[in-house]
């Protein structure tokens, strides 16, 4: 078949394992759908590592994965969660994201149309993020081997040398404040994947903390510790602060914001919501004397408006432990779950 006739990418509905094969084909991918779906300087050099500027200071660097089920879903897609989850990984150091990368491992068979859309939506939160996508890889693998899409991301910030959020920062006295109400996405995706049908349908809370961070940052709120409250959810994140710390946290259940449709959801389903995961909520740590400051900046920002003081670091605990105080007063210890409650939700 001479160049001429040889078709574009574009011109298939679907991915052909040719589009992974290392010829024509999978140039053509790279060039007319991948590349100028993030068109940036860096990324047009074409190399197999990206050369960056970082100015001095300290670099967070960060990975992960995504193979969440459904590949779209209300609130996000696939290619959002993946840019928000590592822009939000980078953001609980402290850092401000910089740079991301994007590999992609494609199912043959894939709807060339939704693979559009998916780039779109990364490229877009990436955007508006400030952040630039500079380098990344592609796979296509045998039809029924990857469940479409799955994607890794991992990304590079940088962090200011006076900054030290980390759980050995975490003191007696502390206030442990959240920036959102818990559980939404978890449910959405899991009632999505189901097809569950309730009066009030639930959106992820898919979305780009680094903003919040930067402003909370910039503002000289004094911060001892982020997590944002993925895989696990807020019971999770506290348990594991709480023993890397060697601290005693001590939780206020009534003041935990939950969605009154998530509430919902969870006692028809036997769910607890503490345990699901989330994509634009975190626990911060602060001292007492910030608490004002922090919620007034907070409040300021679309992610923040429905912050709450959840609870406090009461005293130190060799094992580390956290308590859910009722509204009876009475004390239960939180632990983790047994097994894997949703799967496939990031």
Excluded at 84 to 105: E, K, V, W
Excluded at 158 to 185: E, M, Y
Excluded at 267 to 294: H, K, Q, R, W
Aim: some cysteine.
């Amino acid at each position: 078949m001479s160049e001429q006739n040889c078709p574009l990418p574009l011109s298939y509905q679907h991915i052909v394992m040719a589009h992974g094969g290392g010829g024509r084909l999978m140039q053509q991918l790279l060039d007319d759908l991948i590349q100028p779906a993030f068109d940036n300087p860096l990324l047009k050099q074409k190399l197999d590592s990206a050369v960056l500027e970082i100015q001095a200071g300290k670099i967070s660097f960060t990975t992960d994965s995504y193979v969440i089920k459904p590949l779209f879903f209300p609130g996000g897609d696939i290619g959002k969660l993946a840019v928000c989850g590592t822009l939000n990984d980078l953001a609980m150091s402290g850092a401000r994201p910089l740079y991301l990368s994007c590999s992609l491992i494609i199912e043959e068979g894939f709807a060339i149309a939704d693979l559009q859309k998916i780039l779109a939506s990364m490229q877009q939160t990436a955007a508006q993020a400030g952040v630039a996508i500079v380098t990344g890889d592609t796979k296509v693998v045998n039809k029924g081997q990857a469940d479409g899409v799955y994607i890794n991301t991992s990304g590079i910030g940088v962090i200011d040398s006076s900054i030290k959020i980390n759980p050995q920062a975490v003191k007696t006295g502390d206030c442990i404040l959240v920036n959102s109400d818990l559980g939404r996405h978890g449910m959405a995706v899991m009632l999505e994947r189901d097809n569950l049908q309730f009066a009030h349908p639930l959106q992820s809370d898919c979305a780009d903390l680094s903003g919040l961070v930067g402003e909370l940052l910039a503002e000289n709120i004094e911060i001892h510790c982020l997590r944002d409250l993925t895989r696990g959810g807020l019971a999770a994140a506290l348990i594991e602060i709480a023993a890397s710390a060697g601290l005693h946290f001590e939780i206020n259940e009534a003041a935990i914001p939950i969605n009154e449709h998530v509430q919902s959801a969870c006692e028809v389903l036997g769910f607890d919501p503490l345990t699901i995961a989330n994509e634009g909520a975190m626990a911060l740590f602060v001292p007492e004397s910030g608490v004002d400051d922090a919620f007034k900046v907070l409040s300021r920002h679309p992610l923040g408006k429905s912050a709450r003081l959840i609870g406090k670091v009461v005293e130190k605990d060799q094992h580390g432990l956290v308590t859910l105080k009722n509204a009876l007063g009475v004390s239960r210890v939180l632990d983790l779950f047994s097994g894997e409650q949703f799967p496939r939700i990031c």
